[in-house]
């Protein structure tokens, strides 16, 4: 899809036939969703190109379940980024920047590749 808001919808409607068609354990489908919008909304927040809007394909494989999100935009590798340090309280905390925590936090494996001028980031979710 295109990487914009007005596509988003095509993906919520696709991710919820998806999981529903996989009929995973809820904790599962709730990290798979989860992460899978956490990469993203960093896509469109981070990885749009002057003049066009960044190209985006998702897949979900199974056995074991994993997450592949590949688009076209700038190189950028989230298994470099350091680890986000937490707050010490809920008022002190600022908006954004745990995207990446929680997707750590609710897989087992995080992989980066870039071929071909697509970014290829695989989450392992088993």
Known sequence: FT????ALPLLT????ATLQSLALAPRKAYALELCLEEVVA??????????????????IKTNPL???VEDDGPGFDPTLQ???????????????GRGLALVR????ALGYRREAGWNR????LD
Do not use: C, Y
Not at 3 to 6: E, I, R, S
Not at 13 to 16: I, K, L, Y
Not at 82 to 96: F, H, K, Q, V, Y
């Open 66 to 68: 994993r997450l592949i």
């Open 3 to 6: 990487g914009d808001a007005a």
């Open 121 to 124: 980031v695989e989450i392992g």
């Open 105 to 108: 936090r609710f897989s087992v």
């Open 82 to 96: 350091p680890e986000t340090e937490m707050a010490p309280d809920l008022e002190s905390a600022g908006i954004g």
């Open 42 to 59: 960093n896509i469109l927040l981070h990885g749009q190109l002057p003049g066009r809007a960044v190209q985006v394909r998702v897949s």
């Open 13 to 16: 409607g696709w991710t919820e």
